[in-house]
C-alpha cells in the first residue's frame, strides 16, 4: 500500500536525482483554501533546494530542470510548485 503524501514524492524525486545538500519541501496548501485549485489540499508546494547541478544557471533553467521531474504529476496532483535555488552558503541566487 502506497501512502506517499505528494509532498514525499517530491522531496524523494528531488532528493534521488539531484543529491541536494540542502532541501526543504512545504506543503502550502492551506493557505490556498478557497482557491479554484485547492481541490482539498496537496496541491500547493514550495521547493528550496542547494545543489551543486543547480548553481550557475539561470533562474529558468534551474527552474525547467526541476519542474520536468514532475511533468506527470502537472496540473492534476499539483496545480502550483515555487522554486527557490539557493547557493552553498546559503544566500538566494534564484527568486521564487
Given at each position: 500500500m502506497n501512502?506517499?503524501?505528494?509532498?514525499?514524492?517530491?522531496?524523494?524525486?528531488?532528493?534521488?536525482t539531484y543529491s541536494p545538500t540542502y532541501l526543504e519541501v512545504t506543503?502550502?496548501?492551506?493557505?490556498?483554501?478557497?482557491?479554484v485549485g485547492h481541490q482539498g489540499g496537496q496541491r500547493h508546494f514550495t521547493v528550496v533546494i542547494s545543489a551543486k547541478c543547480l548553481l550557475g544557471l539561470s533562474r529558468i533553467a534551474a527552474h525547467r530542470k526541476i519542474y520536468s521531474l514532475f511533468e506527470d504529476m502537472m496540473p492534476d496532483q499539483i496545480h502550483?510548485?515555487?522554486?527557490?535555488?539557493?547557493?552553498?552558503?546559503?544566500?538566494?541566487?534564484?527568486?521564487?
Open positions: 501512502t506517499k503524501t505528494r509532498r514525499d514524492i517530491i522531496y524523494d524525486r528531488l532528493q534521488h506543503d502550502d496548501s492551506d493557505q490556498h483554501i478557497g482557491h502550483a510548485l515555487r522554486i527557490k535555488v539557493i547557493t552553498e552558503d546559503g544566500s538566494g541566487n534564484h527568486g521564487v
